[in-house]
Structures are given as C-alpha cells and as structure tokens.
C-alpha cells in the first residue's frame, strides 16, 4: 500500500505549492494553477488480484480524506478475479479556497488577504513585491501598516535630509526601522521615483544614504606623532578624533608623513615621528579618509599584518592613495619573527593588482603557502618594538631601511 498514494502524499504536493509561495501568489494575481492536477499512484492489476482489501481500505481512505479538499475522479475497472469496480484514477484540487482547505491555511491566507486589501488601497506599486514574496508579506503581517506608513511618510519627504530618529509617526521609531531596512530597501525600490533614490548605495550599511537619510558621521582617529605640533591641545597626548568632512579639510602644513596602523595598541604606542600624523585604521574600507585630498601630498605609509588580508587592505589602500608604501610587510621582517607566526583563520587568495614585485612575491608566499604547509599570519602587534623604532628613525633620517 506505501506504493499507492495516500491522503498524505495529496497534501504534501499541495504543501508544496504553498511553501514555494504559489498558493499566495494566486490572491494578487491568479494564474492558470487551478483546477490543479495532483500525482495520484493507483494500483496495479496483480495488487486488484492478490491485495484486493488492501485496495478497498486504500479507496476508503481517499474518499475520507476527500472531504478535506481534493476531488477524486473514478474510473470503472473490469477485472477478471474482482470483476467490476469504481477506482479513483485522478485526483484534483479545483479552487484556491480547496487547496487552502487541504492543508489547513485558510487561516493565514485570510490574514494575507488582509495585507493584500490594504496594499490595494494605499500602494499599488507594491502589488508585485506581494505576488513574489508572499510568504515574507504574510510573516509582517503585523507590522504591515507601518511599513506603508513608512512608504508614504518618504513619498511624501522624498530625501528628507534628518536621521532616522526624526521620522515622526506613530507606532515607528528608529529602532523598528533600522530593523527592517532590509523589506523597507526593497518596497522604497518600488514605491520611489528614481530621483529619490541614490543608485551607487547598497546594503544596509548604505541604507540611510541611499534614501537621503542622514546618517552618523564616518569619524576618523589620528595623533600626532611630532611633539613640536601638538596640534590643537598642547601638553596632551595628541589623540584626535574627527569627522570625514573635519578630516578633509585639516590639511596639517607640519605634517610630511601619515602612517595607516590597523591595531590600536600600536596607533598608541605609535613612537614620535618628526612631522608624523599615525591615523587608526578600520580594516577593510578607507571611505573615511579618501576625501582627503592633501593626503595625496603627503608621504603615506599602511602597517598591517603579515598575512594575506593585511596585503589585501594594502592593496585597497592604494587604490585609493597609489603612493601608499607597506610599512614592516616584508620577507625579511616576517622571517625574523618565526617564532611568533601564527594561523591565519581563512586566508584570501585572490589576485591583488596594487601590490609592488616584492609585496606580491611575499602576497603569494602566503596565499600559496610556500613558507609552511598552515597559513601563516604575523600580526602586527608581535613586531619587536625595537625593530619599529629602527624603521621609523631611519625614515625620519631619510633612509629606506628594509620594510620601508
């Protein structure tokens, strides 16, 4: 009997349907889906002949669970031991409300339909968002009304200039948008003239600029490394931080070189530099300091760690700021530091077009792993602190020593 399609097999193909969104799909916009045809597996005519009550119960249990939704069509069957019998043949699922009535969404799709009514009415435009994610629609079902508010508050304040604190309507706040940036990029797509809408910025993270939010400042830490220019606050520290506009327009005359460091005990042990300026790096991504335009005139210099991503980040570096130099990134210092290698956890193998022959000699040590079998990953902070001072005081003299 497990051969012949059961109750169950009928719901689950109808299930199916349902979880792929289709069944859904059909309240916004309804296809030729129905009447619908479900894969019915009968018996043969050796199961008629020696599993003869097998076949009544298995008829039996059909026509039970036809009450569920499903029609069964029969076909009379002349047999030779049984004789003449009523079969089903065919099983089918002829409206939308049956299917719902199989596996039990009446329910939800009602809720659905709601979502859909109010859509209807207050933004059509989304309408097609609804036939391709219905599923998704009917999980914000409680949130629905102030996602079209939402809509409608930016339709109405295309760019609106003010953080996202300010959005004022009842029932949202910043949190709850922040929450669903990811729905509301896709319904703002949809509801939007494109010239509400900045193309280049994608993602969450870009979410604000993208709409014409305001959003927090990227902020840039940097010290002064000279103590004769203590820049603004003089027997201090020196440790600074800025905005990305404020950055762009500082423009230090007493500052020659810029020093680029990813770690920030080291941003902070950083050792004086005649007319040096150490900026605290942030990984990947150098949006903060590529307005900057002064950085240009100056000598640049990035201290990452020996590994392949450290040589990835230099490699963004200088696609923004091509006279960028690596700072103790070389053969000579990594060796000399063997006791302190550790494994890089997942090691980039990419191609890097920025690098110089010596950096992309070292860039395809590492990706390759021509040093040892593991991949290696010197950090930063594991350079001998007298060796940094010997680099930056040969620099300081003019000198290019060796990981300059």
Request: hydrophobic share 45%.
């Amino acid at each position: 009997m497990s051969d012949w399609s059961l109750p169950a097999d009928l719901r689950a193909q109808v299930q199916r349907r349902w979880d792929k969104g289709e069944l859904l799909a059909e309240r916004v916009a309804p296809t030729q889906l129905f009447p619908l045809r479900l894969t019915l597996r009968v018996p043969s005519s050796s199961d008629l002949s020696e599993r003869f009550d097998a076949v009544r119960r298995w008829v039996a249990d059909l026509q039970q669970g036809s009450r569920a939704g499903y029609r069964l069509v029969l076909r009379e069957v002349r047999h030779r031991v049984i004789g003449q019998n009523s079969l089903p043949a065919e099983a089918w699922v002829d409206t939308l409300d049956d299917a719902l009535q199989v596996i039990g969404k009446a329910r939800e799709a009602r809720v659905f339909q709601s979502v859909l009514a109010a859509t209807r009415e207050r933004q059509p435009a989304l309408l097609p968002w609804l036939q391709r994610q219905p599923l998704r629609a009917l999980s914000l079902a409680e949130v629905w009304p102030q996602l079209l508010d939402l809509v409608a508050w930016l339709q109405a304040h295309p760019r609106p200039g003010v953080y996202l604190r300010q959005v004022d309507l009842p029932g949202i706040h910043s949190k709850f948008i922040e929450a669903q940036r990811g729905v509301l990029a896709e319904l703002f797509d949809l509801a939007l003239p494109p010239d509400a809408i900045d193309a280049t910025a994608g993602g969450a993270a870009q979410f604000a600029r993208r709409y014409g939010f305001r959003d927090k400042p990227l902020r840039v830490r940097l010290r002064f490394l000279d103590p004769r220019h203590a820049a603004w606050v003089s027997g201090t520290d020196a440790d600074y931080t800025l905005t990305q506009q404020a950055f762009a327009r500082l423009d230090p005359p007493a500052v020659r070189r810029v020093f680029v460091t990813e770690n920030e005990i080291n941003f902070l042990a950083f050792p004086p530099v005649a007319d040096g300026l150490v900026v605290f790096g942030a990984g990947y991504g150098f949006e903060a300091m590529s307005q900057a335009g002064w950085l240009h005139r100056r000598a640049l210099h990035y201290w990452g760690d020996i590994d392949t991503h450290g040589f990835a980040i230099l490699d963004q570096l200088r696609a923004h700021f091509p006279q960028a130099r690596a700072l103790l990134m070389d053969h000579d210092t990594l060796l000399a530091h063997e006791a302190q290698w550790v494994d890089e956890p997942q090691p980039t193998q990419r191609d890097l077009p920025h690098l110089d022959d010596a950096e992309r000699w070292l860039y395809d040590d590492l990706r390759w792993r021509r040093l040892r079998d593991a991949p290696v990953r010197l950090e930063q902070e594991r350079i001998g602190f007298g060796r940094v001072e010997q680099v930056l005081a040969a620099l300081s003299c003019g000198g290019v020593p060796s990981g300059a």
